[in-house]
């Protein structure tokens, strides 16, 4: 075996995968650090995750990134969870230790490392309103929590939804006095917000969630973690409100980059290489 090189085996697994960016990431991510590191894409029937991830195992694999629809199954699958993923009822990240399977979610993470850190607006007694209620809100109500923001106001077209999560995180927020409420967009409390997060699934068919105009103001960042080419609908319309429109690019990046340390121990540049999917992004090919 001397002189051939072992690579360390990672992989994103989901249904659909084909168009997933984690490969191109991570291979920046790996180039970065120098160290042999590969990284693909797996493909898995909806009904056979499982066999997947222990074939990937039995194969020497270190870690997998976890996508639709498999994140529950993930969550199921872990042997121990990190704090944030047992917060969120989901996993993104899969590490393989010796002793067992660690899940963790690092999508939060993502989210507020993208708006503190890429766009420069700190959560730190900050207003946000979260709109929406399914598994991409849930999580990442407890990474926003635990900037110390002054309000979250979480609002869903189901109103029970945003309920069950006020009341799943009702603790995390007394505890750092945050004032956590929501319902339906009657929810919504006068004055415009610092922050809102569209974590509804709306972009994907182009449709706006229900979301008083008066919550945007020319000082509020409209965070959407869809992304595309051009500016999704959300973005659009908060800019026309005078607000300041940001897609989920930049979460897509940082929330592999965590996933990255989580594995690896080293923490990558995400910044040029957002700066070069963006880039891809709007090239003409993709417009
Ligand atoms: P995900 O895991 O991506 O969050 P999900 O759990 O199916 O997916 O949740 C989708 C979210 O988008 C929900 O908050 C959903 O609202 P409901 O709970 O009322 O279904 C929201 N959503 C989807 N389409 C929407 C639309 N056209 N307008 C407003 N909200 C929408």
């Known amino acids: 075996m001397s002189g051939v090189e ?15 960016k984690s490969p191109f ?21 909806v ?13 020497d694999g270190r870690g997998l990134n976890v996508t639709v629809p498999f994140k529950l199954d993930a969550h199921a ?5 990190s704090p944030r993923a047992a917060a969120a009822g989901a996993v993104n990240t899969l590490r393989i ?7 963790d ?12 850190v890429n766009l420069g607006v700190s959560l730190k007694g900050a207003r946000i309103l979260l709109l ?10 407890l990474p926003m929590l635990e900037r110390a923001p002054h309000t979250l ?14 009341d799943q995180f009702a603790q995390a927020a007394s505890g750092i006095a945050c004032r956590l409420s929501g319902g339906n967009a009657r929810a919504i409390e006068p004055g415009a917000y610092d922050v809102i997060v569209n974590a509804t699934a709306g972009s994907l068919e182009a449709s706006l969630p229900e979301c008083d105009d008066s919550a945007f103001g020319n000082g509020t960042l409209a965070y959407d973690m869809m992304y595309g080419a051009h500016p999704t609908v959300f973005m659009e319309h908060a800019q026309k409100l005078g607000a300041r429109g940001a897609d989920g690019l930049g979460m897509l990046v940082e929330q592999a980059a965590e996933s990255f340390y989580v594995w690896r121990g080293v923490r990558p540049d995400s910044v040029p290489v957002l700066a070069e999917l963006r880039a891809l992004l709007t090239a003409p090919s993709h417009a």
Do not use: C, W
Not at 97 to 103: E, H, L, S, T
Not at 155 to 164: G, M, Q, S
């Open 25 to 45: 990431i991570h291979s920046r991510f790996a180039a970065q650090t120098g160290k042999p590191v590969e990284y693909s894409a797996l493909l898995a029937p």
């Open 153 to 166: 106001t979480i609002v869903n077209r189901t109103a029970a939804k945003a309920e069950a999560l006020v």
């Open 132 to 141: 929406g209620a399914g598994g991409a809100a849930r999580g990442v109500v």
């Open 6 to 20: 072992m690579k360390d085996r990672y992989a994103v697994i989901g249904n659909p995968v084909g168009h997933s």
């Open 47 to 59: 009904d056979a995750f499982v066999p997947h991830v222990r074939a990937f195992i039995d194969a």
């Open 97 to 103: 230790d010796p002793n067992g399977v660690y899940g």
């Open 105 to 116: 979610n690092t999508d939060g993470f993502g989210l507020v490392r993208d708006i503190e």
């Open 77 to 81: 699958f872990a042997s121990s969870l």
